[in-house]
């Protein structure tokens, strides 16, 4: 009885859907997935907000000899599977309502492919072009002295997000480890391989885009020699699952950065094109391919596209444009909500973000796992393991897709709810 009066309530909370909303577009596939799965209302009430929300002020002294606040979030959103897990970004731009929705993701995709974590986010409001790195090494070293009640091992492990790094990573794990009077290198992942960072942690988005893509054509009786392949970005989703790809024998016919892109319908040498990007900053003047902009390679012919740029790029105004078999989603958020239904009446296979980006979050998870350990493995063990792990995933959710009879976005949602949900309901609601 119960259960039907809040199932009601999970439609009446659908709000219409703000299409470039992150939190919007997160809470609708959210609200979908826990109505098919007839969640019950008192785990949904728990598990449709974050578990805490730091809201700090940084003072920092920057190089004037003035100090200057800066504000700062840290968002927790779930621990049912283990310590919170997430990464840590600086933007001028950057809010708490998007820091929200990002932690929120990284429960939903640390469940997905079923790795014991829960989900994090953090980010601080600063444009880190416009200082220097001392400036930034007080700033990152004062948050992490805030946060740290909250992160640690066992608590909260942050990681490297849009303008933090390596760098960024080592500067926390020190400050931490000064506090605690020893070193803590579990306390972060995406750290420098020499201070406890993992092999293959680098390429690990990318390849973990290879392996989807693998496992998606054989769902089409394709080969990689016979499939095209089209990937927005160049950075390291893109450029190095674009690689990997090429490396492989797929043919990559186009690629971008964010001026714009070049197309070969032949096929691209991409190491070639990128370290002609590399050196020249831009692919304009690359011989032998045709330039197109971004709008354009979207609606490119191809079997398989790789949107690894940036969010919203597939929306309602050009899903019904989109030519390929198979979206293999390497940002976060590339595709709207609106855009899914699209996508999936025009019989698109969409491997969603949640999974097919994930191979960076499971080596951060083995990082952790050696870190702990204090013993560290062959790059070949990390990228068998983040193979065999990948796999397993993309198979749950090809399964679980089919066993409900829904596309595989809800799909994906639907599977680490039930994960979580089912944690949560055993350990107790501490209520
Ligand atoms: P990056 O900065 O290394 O590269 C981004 C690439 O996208 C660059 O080639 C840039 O020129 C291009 N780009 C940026 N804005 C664009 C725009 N508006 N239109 C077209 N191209 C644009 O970033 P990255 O680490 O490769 O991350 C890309 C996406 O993947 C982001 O959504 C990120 O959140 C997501 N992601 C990254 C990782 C990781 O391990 N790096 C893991 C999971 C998800």
């Given at each position: 009885m119960a259960t039907t009066m809040y199932s009601t309530m999970y439609v009446d909370d659908i709000?219409?859907?703000?299409?470039?909303n992150p939190f919007e577009s997160m809470m609708s596939r959210f609200d979908r997935a826990a109505q098919l799965l007839d969640l019950d209302p008192d785990l949904y009430a728990v598990l449709r907000v974050p578990n805490r929300e730091l809201k700090v002020y940084i003072p920092t002294k920057m190089d004037s000899g003035r100090i200057q606040v800066f504000e700062g979030f840290r968002v927790q959103h779930n621990f049912a599977r283990g310590p919170a897990k997430g990464g840590i970004r600086y933007a001028p731009d950057v809010n708490i309502d998007e820091v929200r929705a990002l932690a929120a993701w990284m429960t939903w995709k640390c469940a997905v492919v079923n790795v014991p974590f829960g989900g994090a986010k953090g980010g601080i409001i600063c444009d880190p072009q416009q200082m220097s790195v001392g400036e930034l090494e007080r700033m990152t070293r004062r948050y992490a002295a805030e946060l740290l009640d909250f992160i640690g091992p066992e608590k909260d492990v942050p990681a490297p997000d849009m303008n933090t790094n390596e760098q960024t990573m080592a500067w926390i794990m020190d400050t931490y480890s000064m506090h605690a009077r020893h070193t803590v290198t579990?306390?972060?992942?995406?750290?420098?391989i020499d201070l406890g960072g993992s092999s293959g942690r680098r390429e690990a988005t990318g390849r973990g885009i290879l392996i989807v893509v693998n496992e998606a054509i054989k769902r089409f009786k394709m080969t990689p020699a016979e499939t095209r392949v089209v990937v927005q970005g160049s950075g390291n989703v893109g450029g190095i699952g674009a690689r990997l790809l090429h490396e492989s024998g797929y043919k990559v016919v186009a690629i971008s950065d964010i001026h714009g892109g070049i197309y070969n319908p032949g096929g691209i040498n991409i190491p070639n094109a990128l370290e002609y990007l590399r050196t020249?900053?831009?692919?304009?003047?690359?011989?032998g391919v045709e330039f197109v902009s971004n709008e354009e390679l979207l609606e490119l012919e191809c079997d398989v596209l790789v949107?690894?740029?940036?969010?919203?790029?597939?929306n309602s105004q050009n899903a019904d444009r989109i030519k390929c078999k198979v979206l293999a989603e390497g940002a976060n958020g590339p595709t709207t909500a609106a855009a899914d239904e699209i996508l999936h009446r025009n019989g698109v296979f969409v491997v969603p973000d949640i999974l097919a980006n994930a191979g960076g979050v499971t080596v951060s998870y083995f990082e952790w796992v050696q870190d702990r350990m204090g013993y560290f493995w062959r790059e070949d063990v990390v990228n068998e393991r983040l193979q065999d792990k990948m796999v397993a995933s993309f198979n749950d959710l090809c399964r679980y897709a089919d066993a409900h009879s829904v596309d595989t976005r809800t799909a994906a949602y639907m599977l680490a709810i039930d994960r979580v949900a089912y944690d949560t309901r055993m350990r107790g609601i501490y209520a």
């Open positions: 709000r219409e859907i703000k299409e470039e579990a306390v972060v992942t995406g750290k420098p020249t900053r831009s692919f304009e003047g690359y011989e949107p690894a740029a940036t969010e919203n790029q597939i």
